[in-house]
């Protein structure tokens, strides 16, 4: 029970993070704080829905961070926010060489986040995770399980946050 009270608030907190990112850019919308908090907020709220559901807010997602990214392309927590989207959607992807190429992405940010910011432990981690992601993708495609544990399998977008992996 307290796990779907924990669940139910973190869909109230990422859908007014999301709100309220949404009318921050209507007045700026050269704000790359903004841009990320709103692309992170969808990640999140992403785990909450139905797999075509949760693709498109990840493609919303990966836009919004593309879009910081163009006006400030160094952003770290950006660049890894971005690696994580592109990283959630490689796992809701069933063909392994378009899933491959989802990864290959997500490392190459993870890895800009890295260089952005080499001590921070979470973007290190993220990037050895990835390299080990095309695994778990085929095992988890090959047994079926897709549909049962896509919700939960994507790295959280909170940098105060567990990676999962």
């Not at 993070?17 to 692309?39: F, H, V």
């Not at 660049?79 to 490392?107: H, I, M, R, V």
Request: charge should be negative.
């Amino acid at each position: 029970m307290d796990m779907q009270r924990g669940e139910f608030d973190r869909i109230l907190f990422f859908e007014h993070a999301r709100k309220t990112s949404e009318a921050t850019y209507a007045k700026n919308p050269l704000d790359a704080d903004n841009l990320t908090r709103w692309g992170g907020a969808l990640l999140e709220l992403s785990q909450f829905q139905t797999i075509p559901d949760s693709k498109k807010m990840i493609q919303e997602a990966i836009s919004k961070l593309e879009e910081a990214l163009l006006v400030n392309p160094k952003k770290h927590d950006t660049l890894w926010c971005l690696g994580n989207a592109l990283t959630s959607n490689a796992f809701l992807t069933p063909d392994q060489d378009e899933a491959k190429e989802y990864f290959e992405k997500s490392a190459v940010y993870y890895q800009q986040a890295v260089d952005e910011d080499p001590g921070n432990d979470l973007y290190c981690k993220s990037l050895e995770v990835v390299a080990k992601a095309p695994e778990l993708h085929m095992e988890i495609h090959k047994h079926g399980l897709a549909e049962q544990t896509m919700g939960a399998a994507g790295p959280s977008t909170s940098s105060g946050s567990r990676v999962r992996s």
